[in-house]
């Protein structure tokens, strides 16, 4: 027997936004929308032109002009602003058949009681009246009513600022003038003038700054509804999202202009060429050169402009608020709260059929004291559906259910009704382990064929058989005419005890199987089975297997001299464990044929081999040792180990001393 708990959090479900959230996260029918518009994003700004370039130079010694300046790129508009939702008085009739909705619209409500969810409806203004119907019995849909302020638009962005003019070159110097030609024997030639500088180049211009970004809009309030009706069972069919708008998102800021580039300097100008004497003595000299102008200085670069700012986010706003009023024959109101009724399973029992805590396949087990609360806001009408759904791993019949009585407000009932579920069959069994399969069965109280959520209490627990195979020992390899034994060691694992006793909560039984090359040794005092026709084994459990406890059992077997034709052949074998008759766990293998080795015969070849040798491979050797002529042996290592094996060489000094 298990009891299962639920382990409660703190319940913050009556907030608006959960209760919102919840509500949008259901399979919808259809939606009747009173929500405001979201704003339009404003546009972005325009980028700032680009300054104009200095005007180069091309006169002597005229500096080049400077670049403009950038211009400023423009801001970004402001996203408008998400209008509010309307506020609507519902009005539920009719059933699930035929479901009848009037809503009244409010464009502003000139009463609300902040932080309460009490609105006096009859100083709104009234600005629309809409009836609507609905079919749902076929369906496990909702109306979704949605009162959801409009999202604020998003900010534009700002127009980028405008690159600076680059700089104009500056104009070149004037060449220097050349030195006057003389004749003389006495005196040099006059020196050509020097150059003139460069003029310097212009300045760039400054970039222009990037636009503000736009701000956001702000978001818009989400809507007030009531929902109103004689039956309560009908809030069932209908769901509120009341949440705010989203704030618009500020624009980004335009970037900022980059530099202009300063002009280059204008280049020197070149000296004048001396002047040349034509007198041919010693001593007449021609003029020299004059110097090379220095290049004008290069104009500098302008500066970057600033970035724009981003704009701000728009202003969030108030959620709306959502009220269920019961009303009573009268018109007056009977009850009221900020959310429905809710139904939460807190624990139950689960007891497995025959009592032994073993979940097995093909077994019922049965669900009791189902412990619930209502831990809505107002009380949950009586219809209440509670039951356990089928799986993949379980069946449950759709007819057992339990019928709930109505349920005040943190009212909590302890169901009495015994819920049968049956855990299916398996169809084969498992190969080489035992069956452990996790299942999960979940609680859910339905009220007209819709869950209500927080009654899904879901457990986890193991589906298996009560005896497994634990471990398996047998020879992996086996010469001919030799014996071996099989090991099976198994366990109980339940509560209770199995076999042959009086209180056996079932039967247990053993086949092993095996290949035709190998004999079953017929029953004798140390091993209790049965060796039938068909040359199997059947080990039928004739004692007390008491519970979590561990036992084994064994067969023996032996090599027939026809596998001496089969050396390296793998021989299967299989282990088939039955509980009350129907196998649940099976276990196979092979067997490997080993060659024997004879220490007193002398051979051309002596082939070593190992267990990843197949029959195959030992053919294609034996086939080319008869193709040369050759004698042969085979030291199997599986079987022997290395070259030097004590019980071999014992064998052969006793046979050579004889």
């Known amino acids: ?6 382990v409660h959090m703190q319940d913050f479900s009556f907030h608006v936004n959960n209760i919102s959230e919840q509500a949008c996260r259901k399979p919808v029918d259809k939606i009747v929308s009173i929500s405001g518009l979201s704003g339009s994003d404003g546009c972005s700004g325009k980028p700032g032109s680009n300054g104009i370039s200095g005007r180069s130079s091309s006169h002597f010694s005229k500096a080049g002009g400077n670049g403009g300046r950038g211009a400023n790129g423009s801001n970004g508009q402001s996203g408008k602003s998400g209008t509010n939702s309307h506020h609507a008085l519902i009005q539920l009739d009719g059933s699930v058949e035929k479901l009848k909705m009037q809503v009244k619209k409010f464009k502003t409500l000139d009463t609300f ?15 629309e009246d809409d009836e609507y119907s609905f079919q749902l019995r076929e369906s496990k849909k909702i109306i979704l009513v949605k009162a959801v302020g409009g999202d604020g638009g998003t900010g534009g962005q700002g127009g980028d600022g405008g690159r600076g003019g680059n700089g104009g070159h500056g104009g070149p110097g004037r060449n220097g003038k050349r030195g006057q030609d003389i004749h003389s ?3 040099s030639a006059d020196s050509g003038s020097n150059g003139e500088d460069g003029a310097p180049g212009g300045n760039g211009g400054n970039g222009g700054s990037g636009g503000n970004g736009g701000n956001g809009g702000d978001a818009g309030a989400g809507g007030h509804i009531q929902v109103r009706s004689i039956d309560p069972r009908l809030f069932m069919l209908i769901e509120v999202d009341c949440q705010a708008g989203l704030p618009g998102k500020g624009g980004e800021g335009g970037k900022s202009g980059s530099s202009g580039t300063g002009g280059v300097g204008g280049t020197g100008g070149r000296g004048g060429r001396g002047g040349q004497n034509s007198a041919h003595s010693f001593s007449a000299y021609d003029g020299s050169s004059g110097a090379q102008g220095s290049n004008g200085t290069d104009g500098s670069d302008g500066k970057s402009g600033k970035d724009g700012l981003a704009g701000d986010d728009g202003r969030i706003a108030n959620h709306g608020s959502i009220q269920y ?150 020879p992996s390899f086996l010469g001919v005419d030799e014996r071996g034994i099989i090991t099976i060691t198994f366990t ?25 090359l190998i004999k079953i040794l017929p029953l004798n005092e140390k091993f209790l089975y ?37 050396l390296y052949q793998n021989l299967p074998w299989n282990v088939v464990l039955l509980l009350r008759n129907i196998p649940i766990q099976m276990h196979e293998n092979n067997i490997q044929v080993a060659p024997s080795f004879r220490p007193n015969i002398h051979t051309d070849v002596l082939l070593v081999t190992s267990s990843q040798l197949t029959r195959a491979e030992f053919l294609i050797y034996m086939n080319l040792f008869r193709l040369f002529n050759y004698s042969s042996q085979m030291w199997d290592t599986q079987r022997y180990g290395a070259f030097h094996h004590p019980e071999i060489a014992a064998k052969s000094y006793l046979e050579g001393v004889g």
């Open 1 to 6: 027997m298990n009891k299962l708990t639920k």
């Open 325 to 474: 009023i019961v009303m009573n024959m009268n018109g007056n109101v009977a009850e009221k709260g900020s959310n429905k009724y809710h139904a939460t399973v807190i624990d139950y029992i689960i007891v497995d059929e025959n009592k032994d805590s073993i979940y097995e396949p093909n077994s019922d087990f049965f669900i009791t004291n189902v412990k619930w609360t209502n831990d809505g806001s107002i009380t949950l009408p009586s219809g209440s559906i509670l039951s356990f759904s089928s799986t993949k791993y379980i069946s449950n019949d759709v007819d057992d259910i339990s019928l709930l009585t109505q349920t005040t407000v943190n009212q909590t009932f302890l169901n009495s009704h015994e819920f049968r579920c049956h855990l299916n069959a398996v169809s084969i069994p498992t190969i080489n382990r035992p069956y452990i399969q996790p299942v999960t069965i979940t609680s859910e109280i339905n009220l007209f064929n819709r869950l209500l959520p927080e009654s899904q209490f879901s457990t986890t627990f193991l589906c298996q058989y009560p005896i497994q195979i634990s471990n398996i020992e047998i």
């Open 492 to 516: 109980n694992i339940s509560t209770r005890p199995y076999g042959t006793c009086p209180d056996s909560v079932g039967s247990i039984e053993f086949i092993f199987s095996v290949h035709p």
């Open 113 to 127: 009681l902040r932080c309460s969810a009490d609105v006096d409806w009859n100083l709104g203004n009234l600005s």
């Open 530 to 566: 049965q060796v039938k026709r068909d040359g199997n084994g059947y080990y039928k459990i004739n004692e007390r297997i008491t519970s979590k406890s561990t036992n084994y059992i064994s067969f023996e077997f032996s090599l027939n001299t026809d596998a001496a034709d089969q």
């Open 185 to 187: 024997e006495d005196n």
